[in-house]
Structure formats: structure tokens, C-alpha cells
């Protein structure tokens, strides 16, 4: 499946502020309107690997730009949203990023519903430092390594507050249980997750290890 936030869908749209990034995806672009339609295997195909472009880590930005409007960019690319401190609105569009001076807009909250966020875009979250509350909803590339990596993002230990996750399908019971390292968690909503199988020990671990947690269970 494609990303939600595909090329064309705003206007003047750039995938990357990299010039790498933008030519890799116009190229493919370009390729894939020549051509005849795709096989729908081969269609997958593409968008997985357009998808991973969006996720690729541009180092060189975050040190220009900052880390939180770094992490911005790559999360709207993605076609997820983003709060910053002391405001109400949530940043949909790409192109209408506030601007102004280097680490002015601090990242509060983080909603990837239906994004195509993945592992590897994941070293965005690193220098984030006022991140309390995240949500993951109908993410198809959040897996357990995700949630792993979540946990072991040393800001977010400090910082995070809240997560939600629903309805990703490939989360497991090794990822919500490694989720304990978030020792400032104060709710836990988990919803459609098929892939918890041993409930009572996954739960258990974790309320032993964040005995302070609120944990709200939507599952069947």
C-alpha cells in the first residue's frame, strides 16, 4: 500500500530537503508513468521501496536544521502529524512548516496514523527531547523492532508520557513488553493487536516494571 502522503497530493511538494531524496523519488516517478500499469505485486513493490526513501535518515539535515524540525519533515513525509509545544494545532502539511529560528518549534506530539513510518527512519526520534505523547494507528511497518527502539531512545525514556498503539498487526508481545523501558510512561492504550498472544504474562511484566502505569486494553 502507498504511503498517505504520495507526490502530487500537495501542491509544490518536495519528499526530501535533500536533493538526493528528490531525485531518487522523481526518477522512479517518471519510470513508473512511461510504463504501462504495474502488476499489482510489483506495484507493492514500488511503493515499499518509495516508502523507505521517505524514511531514510538525512544526518546532514538534522545537524542544519535541528533535530525536531529534522524529525517534522520526515514524519509529514510520512504522512503523519506533528504538535509542537504550547500549540493546539497539529502540522499536517508539509510545505506549511512553521520557519523561524534554529530550535524554535519543539516536537510535543506525534500522531502516525496510517503513516509509513519504518525502523529505519527511527534515529529522527533520537534528539527529541519534549516528546509526551505518541500514537500509532494503522501503521503496516511498526513491528516489534520499532517498539524496541522506541523504548531504548534515551530522551524518550525521560520525556514520553503517553503512547497509544492500534491496530498495527505486526506487533507481538516481545515489543509491548519492551515497552518497560519507558520508565516515565503514565498511559498505555493498546487496541486491536492481534499479534498478543500471552496477554496475562505481557501485562504482568509490564505493570511490574511501571507499577505507576496506566494500562487500557481494547483487545480481544
Not at 527531547?129 to 524518550?156: A, G, P
Not at 498478543?196 to 501485562?203: A, D, L, P
Request: glycine share 8%; net charge neutral; with cysteine.
Amino acid at each position: 500500500m502507498p504511503c498517505p502522503t504520495q507526490p502530487g497530493t500537495l501542491p509544490g511538494w518536495d519528499p526530501s530537503p535533500t536533493q538526493q531524496h528528490g531525485q531518487e523519488v522523481r526518477m522512479a516517478l517518471g519510470t513508473l508513468l512511461r510504463k504501462p500499469p504495474l502488476p499489482p505485486g510489483s506495484c507493492r513493490a514500488f511503493w515499499g521501496w518509495l516508502n523507505a526513501v521517505f524514511n531514510k535518515v538525512d544526518h546532514e539535515r538534522i545537524r542544519a536544521v535541528g533535530p525536531d524540525r529534522a524529525a517534522s519533515e520526515w514524519l509529514l513525509r510520512c504522512g503523519a502529524l506533528v504538535r509542537y509545544q504550547g500549540s493546539p494545532k497539529w502540522q499536517q502539511d508539509y510545505n506549511g512548516l512553521p520557519t523561524g529560528p534554529l530550535g524554535k518549534y519543539k516536537i510535543e506530539a506525534i500522531n502516525a496514523t496510517d503513516s509509513c513510518i519504518m525502523y529505519r527512519g527511527f534515529d529522527y526520534l533520537d534528539g527529541l527531547e519534549h516528546v509526551t505523547d505518541i500514537k500509532l494507528e494503522k501503521c503496516m511497518y511498526i513491528q516489534d523492532e520499532c517498539l524496541q527502539r522506541l523504548s531504548e531512545t534515551s530522551n524518550l525514556q525521560k520525556s514520553l508520557q503517553q503512547l497509544k498503539i492500534i491496530s498495527c498487526g505486526n506487533v507481538t508481545d516481545k515489543g509491548i513488553i519492551a515497552l518497560h523501558k519507558l520508565t516515565n510512561l503514565e498511559y498505555l492504550y493498546l487496541s486491536d493487536l492481534p499479534g498478543i498472544r500471552e496477554k496475562e504474562v505481557t501485562f504482568r511484566v509490564l505493570q511490574q516494571a511501571l507499577p505507576k502505569l496506566e494500562l487500557e486494553l481494547d483487545l480481544e
